[in-house]
């Protein structure tokens, strides 16, 4: 998210940086570049506008101009005013009222809402110990109940069972009935969405919202659909309240310009993002963090939450002690590998730190397979419990039987031998505190 927008930030921020003083002129010309960045992508007119006129009399103000860091200050100005645009903290569940809670999840067909609406159940459960009843009022679209049912059945999450034929209004009344019985804390509202908006469907969820009484109506939103993206949120808004935003999809929207312009059109927070198809992919909004990715700036506090949520500590505890007694296996690399695709992959991790699309670009040019992490699972799987503790053994006959389980040549299983006989050698060394010569380019060419 935002990579378009953030590679071309930080190329004006870094011509803006390297003046050693600046004038009007030159901060009119980088205000201007910034405002073309905004719309290309897919920022609206009105949030870009007022983007620049609430930056412009700080950037050209008299202690920019005559800092000893003009360009460093101008980045802080702008990122100031990204996190007013975006709210200025991360905005909560309203979970503050008599069990159970209702959320009623709307927006248009395809938008996610059904996923959605599991990845909210899980992270309830995961993070406020909440029991959630999902429940699905789409009797409009093919097998949309089901779909909702396959979800709960696969996360162990509740579901309220299927009626055939039952209207939207008579499935909300017994989910109400169900969750006081089942003791449920929060009941989960899939409705029904439309390829587009119609005063059928928000006469419906008009209807649906006053015998619901819902304590959040959070719209969920495809961040791929851009400046229609911005228009939904705005009727939506008008017709029954929003409290929150969800964007989907995130992971595929390298311009990131709705996530800007829904929350300044609509003065709704945005709650959540999604960031990937599985059910853990859900991830909290958090304003200032968002504006330092915008910015090229990383966002280091998420990743050390992410690694400290996703990563096995027993699994790394006990690599520790492999390298420390100089006997790292294959088995332990696999866990590595397992540990780096929890948090998304090397991309996962890139989108983080701080320069990334820097560093993206020094992947790009060096051709380095994003796959490497899979094709080097499929590899160590291949191999015997013995070849995988012992790998000296593997072999001519042994290479072609562990290539062909892994569906790929020869010369790829031997890279991934290569790589970790590099990886074992410089770790004995590190154990015996013999830290000279930093990494090998060799361990850092096998990934192309």
């Known amino acids: ?49 007022e983007l620049i006129k609430n930056i412009k009399p700080n ?43 209702c959320f009623m999840l709307v927006g248009l067909q395809g938008s996610g809402k059904t996923t959605t609406a599991a990845k909210l159940a899980k ?7 909440k029991k959630s009843l999902m429940v699905s009022l ?21 579901t309220l069972p299927i009626i055939k034929d039952q209207l939207p209004l008579d499935i909300v009344k017994r989910a109400l009935n169900a969750a006081s019985i089942g003791g449920s804390d929060v009941i989960i509202f899939d409705t029904a969405g439309r390829t587009q908006i119609d005063l059928a469907m928000m006469n419906e969820i008009k209807e649906i919202k006053s015998q619901v009484n819902p304590v959040e109506t959070i719209l969920v939103a495809d961040s791929l659909t ?14 029954v309240d929003l409290t929150g935003i969800i964007l989907t999809r995130v992971d595929g929207d390298g311009r990131g310009g709705a996530a800007l312009s829904m929350k300044y059109v609509t003065n709704t927070p945005i709650k959540f993002i999604g960031t990937g198809e599985k059910i853990d992919q859900l ?18 506090v998420s990743l050390v939450e992410k690694a400290s949520q996703d990563l096995d500590q027993e699994n790394i505890k ?25 948090m998304g992959g090397m991309e996962g991790v890139l989108t983080m730190l701080p320069g990334v699309s820097k560093i993206k670009k020094q992947m790009d040019n060096a051709n380095i397979d994003e796959n490497i992490i899979k094709i080097n699972e499929a590899i160590i799987l291949s191999m015997t419990k013995e070849e995988r ?48 010569g930093g990494i090998p380019p060799e361990i850092f060419n096998q990934l192309k």
């Open 226 to 239: 851009g400046q229609a993206a911005v228009n939904i949120a705005e009727q939506f808004k008008k017709a």
């Open 283 to 300: 991830d909290i909004f958090y304003p200032d963090r968002i504006a330092n990715r915008i910015l090229g700036m990383g966002d280091i």
């Open 123 to 129: 992270y309830l459960e995961k993070n406020n110990k």
């Open 318 to 342: 006990k690599t520790e002690e492999n390298l420390k007694s100089g006997s790292f296996s294959m088995e332990d690399y696999l866990n590595q590998l397992r540990q780096m695709k929890k």
């Open 59 to 101: 950037a050209i103000g008299q202690k920019i101009i005559k800092s000893t860091t003009p360009g460093q200050m101008i980045v802080k100005v702008v990122y100031d005013e990204i996190v007013k645009i975006l709210g200025d903290s991360k905005s909560d569940l309203n979970l503050n009222t008599v069990p159970p809670a």
């Open 1 to 49: 998210m935002f990579e378009n927008l953030t590679s071309k930030l930080e190329e004006i921020f870094s011509n803006l940086k390297k003046a050693p003083s600046l004038n009007e002129t030159q901060v009119e010309e980088g205000l201007r570049n910034i405002r073309l960045a905004l719309l290309e992508a897919d920022v609206a007119l009105p949030v870009a506008k």
């Open 138 to 158: 789409d009797v409009y679209r093919p097998a949309a109940q089901e779909q909702l049912n396959v979800l709960g059945e696969k996360n162990l999450i509740q």
């Open 389 to 436: 503790m012992n790998p000296k053994i593997i072999n001519s006959s042994r290479k072609k039987r562990i290539s062909s389980g892994a569906g790929v040549d020869s010369s790829t299983t031997n890279k991934l031998l290569k790589q970790f006989k590099m990886m074992t050698n410089m770790m004995k060394k590190m154990s015996k505190g013999d830290t000279k």
